[in-house]
């Protein structure tokens, strides 16, 4: 079945310990989105990917990268990651923008800061 | 700017009963889309319906309904026959058909056996 794909699920890391999260899609979407969720609270856009195109959301913190090698793949790297980072992280795709399809959701990565 | 409101927190329901969770948004685009999204616990993130504002008629998918009010900018979904399975948290969002999304803050729903 084609879906999205995040590995890992869960990930601890130390305080300031750089991290990477990644993301993969069998979907052939060329839009790819990374969400900061915290608990009941609804998905935060950190960025988007538009095909290579890489679109920051104004309010990202510096702290918080991304890389998208290629379509299936992208990546989100937390440079020195603070306790506020703590939360669940989840990758998303659309087919494009432009028509509003609906995002397809990968399961998440819960991310421990100790 | 759109923004996305749900007003319930939290909602519950009897086994086999039916519930309606609520969403109000507000949007200056004319052509824009609606979303139902669910979040079971620890699982991914599924669409339950849309609705496209253009049309008029409400969306249908099995036991989900839509009341699409589109004068009062209202998006309630309805669960008929609730199951145990639709327990989960309920997010309403919207979209201009840009890349953003605009979630509501989310409405965790209940379901009593």
């Known amino acids: 079945d084609a879906m999205v794909i995040q590995n890992p699920r869960y990930q601890v890391t130390q305080f300031g310990k750089p991290v990477t999260l990644s993301c993969s899609q069998t979907l052939n979407h060329n839009v790819m989105y990374w969400y900061q969720q915290k608990s009941s609270q609804a998905p935060k856009l950190l960025f988007h990917?538009?095909?290579?195109?890489?679109?920051n959301e104004a309010d990202t913190p510096d702290n918080f990268q991304s890389r998208r090698p290629n379509t299936s793949f992208c990546f989100l790297d937390i440079r020195s990651p603070g306790l506020g980072d703590a939360a669940m992280y989840l990758c998303?795709?659309?087919?494009?923008?432009?028509?509003?399809?609906?995002?397809?959701f990968g399961p998440g990565t819960r991310l421990t800061v100790t | 700017a759109q923004t996305v409101t749900q007003s319930q927190p939290e909602m519950s329901v009897q086994e086999a009963e039916t519930v309606t969770l609520s969403c109000t948004y507000d949007t200056s685009e004319s052509d824009y889309y609606l979303f139902w999204y669910k979040q079971p616990p620890s699982r991914q993130m599924i669409l339950v319906i849309r609705q496209e504002a253009y049309k008029q008629q409400n969306a249908t998918e099995n036991r989900f309904s839509v009341n699409f009010q589109k004068a009062a900018k209202s998006f309630s979904l309805k669960i008929s026959d609730s199951q145990l399975g639709d327990a989960a948290m309920y997010f309403c969002a919207s979209t201009s058909g840009t890349y953003k999304y605009i979630f509501g803050t989310g409405t965790r729903l209940k379901v009593l056996a």
């Open positions: 990917y538009y095909d290579k195109d890489f679109n």
């Open positions: 998303a795709t659309s087919r494009r923008t432009g028509v509003a399809y609906e995002q397809y």
